[in-house]
């Protein structure tokens, strides 16, 4: 059997020509991301690509934020100091804001819905106000005076929109809007 100090991993030489405007993007991902050397960017673009972090952005675009992030301003009210900051800053706002619109409690979201559904999602926002765990089927059937399959359809077009999530206590399943 092999020890561990046998079993080094095999090293793969590469050489790389590029062109100048290649050669100029390979130096600006190496002082962006203060990395020592050219093996470096190397491993550190393999790794971006492979896990799928690699974004292609419109020069124009580029630009334009590269100056906005210039600003000494903006690096010390919101702490970026780079484009990836920018970006991951970006996609977290665009989710929060999409989690605000995409909710059961949005008035204009609930409007996208039937008649009969919004009455099952006002119910179940209003029960929720009132029941700590969580509403059952059985608090909507209530409330609503109306079949239960209408509302398990309900429910279940819900959680298929990611808008309803559920839990299960004591043998009842409780669900609640986000």
Same mark, same amino acid.
């Given at each position: 059997?092999?020890?561990?100090? =046998?079993?080094?991993?095999?090293?793969?030489?590469?050489? #790389?020509?590029?062109?100048?405007?290649?050669?100029?993007?390979?130096?600006?991902?190496?002082?962006?991301?203060?990395?020592?050397?050219?093996?470096? #960017?190397?491993?550190?673009?393999?790794?971006? #690509? /492979?896990?799928?972090?690699?974004? $292609?952005?419109?020069?124009?675009?580029?630009? $334009?934020?590269?100056?906005?992030?210039?600003?000494?301003?903006?690096?010390?009210?919101?702490?970026?100091?780079?484009?990836?900051?920018?970006?991951?800053?970006?996609?977290?706002?665009?989710?929060?804001?999409?989690?605000?619109?995409?909710?059961?409690?949005?008035?204009?979201?609930?409007?996208?819905?039937?008649?009969?559904? =919004?009455?099952?999602? #006002?119910?179940?926002?209003?029960?929720?106000?009132?029941?700590?765990?969580?509403?059952?089927?059985?608090?909507?059937?209530? /409330?609503?005076?109306?079949?239960?399959?209408?509302?398990? $359809?309900?429910?279940?077009?819900?959680?298929?929109?990611?808008?309803?999530?559920?839990?299960?206590?004591?043998?009842?399943? /409780? /669900?609640?809007?986000?």
């Amino acid at each position: 059997m092999l020890s561990n100090d =046998n079993k080094k991993r095999k090293k793969l030489p590469i050489r #790389v020509d590029l062109d100048e405007e290649d050669a100029e993007k390979f130096q600006s991902i190496q002082e962006e991301f203060k990395l020592k050397n050219k093996a470096e #960017v190397l491993r550190f673009c393999v790794n971006k #690509v /492979y896990h799928g972090m690699a974004l $292609e952005i419109d020069e124009d675009l580029y630009n $334009e934020i590269n100056k906005i992030i210039s600003s000494r301003h903006i690096k010390i009210r919101y702490a970026i100091t780079n484009i990836d900051d920018f970006i991951k800053r970006a996609i977290s706002e665009f989710l929060a804001t999409l989690k605000k619109e995409w909710s059961l409690k949005n008035w204009s979201m609930r409007q996208t819905l039937s008649q009969e559904e =919004n009455d099952t999602a #006002v119910a179940l926002l209003e029960l929720q106000l009132q029941k700590i765990p969580g509403v059952t089927i059985k608090d909507l059937e209530e /409330y609503l005076k109306i079949d239960s399959n209408i509302i398990r $359809e309900h429910l279940g077009k819900f959680m298929e929109d990611a808008l309803l999530d559920f839990r299960e206590s004591r043998g009842k399943i /409780y /669900y609640y809007a986000h």
